[in-house]
Structures are given as structure tokens and as C-alpha cells.
């Protein structure tokens, strides 16, 4: 009889991917509905930027999957972490950004030297050992867009 699933990979493998992807498609969709001026946009908007910040916030608490065989820094997990969070204030700078709140220049910018710290650091790490690509691949893709998206919002 198979072992039945933690909750943590449970959120981890199968919740957080559907969340993230339903909040991409409420986001563009929010976006769409900004640029052609429809009524909701706002509303759309919120949900979606606000989801997608709440999985960046959670996936930087999750452990990240490790193989067995895979040996990476400690130093990784960390980097994992800041890398995740700072794409969760990008993520939420951006949403100031589109709604013209304030503090959103301040939200951008935190967010954006997190993440592109959290990048450099990433860089830095798989250089000296390549197994550090196994913990860090996942959030170098996320961050990579979030960093170029909220340095052309700034």
C-alpha cells in the first residue's frame, strides 16, 4: 500500500502549480482588460498579482526538492529564500505600479534589488558547485522575468 502524501508535498507538487498558473492567467487577463479599458480590470488585477505573490511568498518556505545523490551549498536554500521573497514584493510592486498606489516606486525597488541579488548570489553559487542548479533552477527563471518586468515598470 503506497504512503500516503505529507501535506507539504501535497502543496509543494500539486496546489502551488495550479494556483500559480490560475493567477498568470487572472493577471493577464487583468492586464488585457486594462489595456482595452474594460470595467473589472482593477479587480482582476488585484486577485491575480496578489496570488502570485502570495505562491512566491510560500514556495520561499517550502523546501526546495533535493535528489538523494545531489550535494548542494547551504548557502542555496538561503539564496532560495531571498530570491522567492523579493519576487513576492516585485510581484506586489508591479500590482502599486498598475493600480498608481503609492509606495510603489519604493515596493519596486526593494523588490527588484532582492531579486537581482538573489540572481547574482544564484550565479555565484552554481559557479562553484553544480548542484546547487538542482535547488536554485526553479527561482532563477521566476526571478529572471520578475527582475526584467519590474526594472522596465521602475
Known sequence: MPEPASFVSLL?????????????????TGLAFLILHYPGADQLLMIGFS???M??????FLPPVIPPDCKPDLYSA???????????VATIGILFQ??????????LMI???SVGV??????????????????LKD????????????????
Not at 17 to 26: C, D, E, K, S
Not at 55 to 60: I, K, S
Not at 78 to 88: F, H, N, Q
Not at 139 to 154: A, D, E, K, T
Open 12 to 28: 509543494q507538487g500539486r496546489i502551488l502549480p495550479y494556483v500559480h498558473r490560475v493567477a498568470l492567467l487572472i493577471a493577464v
Open 51 to 53: 496570488t502570485l505573490s
Open 55 to 60: 505562491t512566491y511568498f510560500l514556495m520561499a
Open 78 to 88: 538561503v539564496v532560495y529564500k531571498l530570491a522567492y521573497i523579493g519576487c513576492s
Open 98 to 107: 498598475f493600480l498608481k498606489l503609492n509606495g510603489a516606486n519604493e515596493m
Open 111 to 113: 523588490g527588484t534589488i
Open 118 to 135: 538573489g540572481l547574482l548570489a544564484s550565479g555565484l553559487l552554481i559557479a562553484r558547485n553544480r548542484d546547487n542548479w538542482i535547488v
Open 139 to 154: 527561482c532563477i527563471i521566476r526571478g529572471s522575468v520578475l527582475f526584467l518586468l519590474s526594472v522596465y515598470m521602475m
